[in-house]
């Protein structure tokens, strides 16, 4: 048995496949291996050195930093996340480096013994998603606790890697320099990803939206639109993102917020026609079903979710509160005897909140009433059911009898006539690799939306 006489006794860290890495106390040294033994118990075994990190001795304690900890691994990084987790502190930072490289020590045969450089590289925050709300978190006040701080003089926040931009040393920044500062936010599904970057655009706009200029508003309010058309129900997260976005804030000479944009790439278009068992179609589908009142629903001849193709495959149930669940109108109503919760989603509220957000950036009641045609036109589309026809010899298709309803219907919302949507629809057209259209062309409708 070789090496200090001390070291057998000290915590390590071994990676584990369920808990990711397990506690284990270090037994023995070997020339190849180390000995270890479980914390909670189990037999001695043999790791090699590579897969043995050294654990911090108090086990209880947790930092804001991870670059606090004596030591700083994939181990002793997990633990304190779970610590703070535990205590409903769902950031932790990495302020002071990120990398960490190992020297023996001198004359000492056991990499175990080893001496820590810190590097710096950049700041980072882990956020965990907490599935509640935790109150004040975000409230005005926490802003304004936030706004004009150096990073790092106060616990780690969504609201602090915020400050990066927003903070008085980093407008000086780009005006002096003429760079775009960049907050990437990154993580696997369910992590918080959405809910972060909307935490940041309030605090860039510093207002919860209600006192924000009119550009600030309108930043604001595109975020019930970019989730209504392009967030869904999976069965990781109820509130998933199925495209990926670039947002870009626009501040002018004077450090205020004069504009924006949003690029969006990668849209899950399969979704609308087929979901996973348990998952839902994009939110706007359930939204328009539940928010429609007894006019509109008439007018778009609205039904349950289950009477519609594109929705009865996979989750048809709507998230609903308490007080919102008898508000949608009884045919549209889901058949399942209870809807879902969450405290984030409510299908009813989060259509009038649509509204809201299109209004604000000068949709008028006729392109509104225009974009609901389409997306419940989309909905009859998905009703229409074809078979072969034998008697065409182009390789057409035909139009079941049994889905006539669902033609007219969709035709009507569309603005065409029915025999125009039937020949679109079963015409064959073959695009040639020289150029050119074989086939035979009805007519082409184009829809122009202000968006």
């Known amino acids: 048995m070789n090496g200090p006489r001390e070291a057998f006794e000290r915590l390590v860290w071994t990676p584990d496949l369920r808990d990711g890495f397990k506690l284990c106390r270090l037994r023995d040294i070997g020339r190849e291996t180390m ?9 001695l075994v043999k790791s090699r050195y590579d897969e043995i990190f050294p654990a911090e001795e108090d086990q209880k304690k947790d930092v804001d930093d991870n670059c606090s900890l004596m030591y700083l691994n994939e181990g002793t990084l997990l633990n304190n996340c779970r610590l703070r987790y535990a205590r409903k502190q769902i950031y932790v930072s990495i302020y002071k480096c990120i990398s960490t490289k190992t020297f023996d020590e001198p004359g000492c045969r056991h990499k175990y013994i080893c001496i820590y450089i810190q590097t710096y590289v950049a700041n980072i925050l882990i956020s965990i998603n907490p599935y509640e709300q935790i109150p004040d978190l975000y409230s005005s006040a926490t802003i304004q606790k936030y706004q004009g701080r150096s990073i790092g003089t106060l616990p780690p926040h969504i609201f602090a890697i915020g400050n990066l ?14 760079h775009c500062q960049s907050i990437i936010i990154s993580g696997e599904s369910g992590a ?15 207002s919860w939206g209600s006192t924000a200029g009119p550009i600030e508003q309108r930043l604001l309010e595109t975020n019930p639109i970019l989730e209504a058309f392009g967030n869904a129900k999976t069965l990781r997260n109820n509130n998933s993102s199925r495209f990926g976005k670039f947002v870009e804030i626009h501040f002018n000479e004077k450090n205020s917020v004069c504009g924006g944009f949003i690029s969006h790439y990668l849209l899950e278009k399969s979704r609308i026609c087929h979901q996973l068992e348990g998952e839902r179609n994009y939110h706007i589908f359930y939204q328009l079903l539940a928010g429609a009142d007894e006019q509109m629903a008439k007018r778009l001849r609205l039904r349950s979710p289950s009477s519609f193709k594109y929705l009865k495959h996979g989750c048809t149930q709507f998230f609903s509160g308490p ?10 109503r889901a058949k399942e005897d209870a809807d879902l919760h969450d405290e984030l989603l409510d299908d009813y509220v989060d259509f009038q909140r649509l509204l809201k957000g299109l209004s604000s950036i000068d949709f008028d009641t006729q392109e509104l009433n225009t974009i609901f045609d389409v997306i419940a036109a989309i909905l009859h589309l998905g009703n229409i059911h074809f078979i072969e026809n ?6 057409g298709c035909m139009i079941e009898p049994s889905s006539k309803v669902s033609l007219e219907n969709a035709a009507s919302l569309l603005g065409l006539e029915d025999y125009e949507l039937k020949n679109g629809l079963t015409t064959r057209v073959m695009q040639p690799t020289k150029g050119g259209v074989r086939g035979t062309i009805i007519r082409l409708v184009t829809y122009t939306l202000r968006m």
């Open 35 to 43: 000995s270890i033994e479980p914390i909670d118990g189990g037999s």
């Open 165 to 178: 931009i927003a903070a008085d040393n980093a407008y000086r920044n780009m005006k002096r320099t003429r």
């Open 192 to 206: 918080g990803k959405t809910e972060s970057q909307k935490y940041i655009l309030r605090y860039l706009c510093k």
């Open 323 to 332: 007080t919102t669940a008898n508000k949608i109108v009884k045919d549209c």
């Open 390 to 395: 034998v008697e065409d010899t182009k390789g």
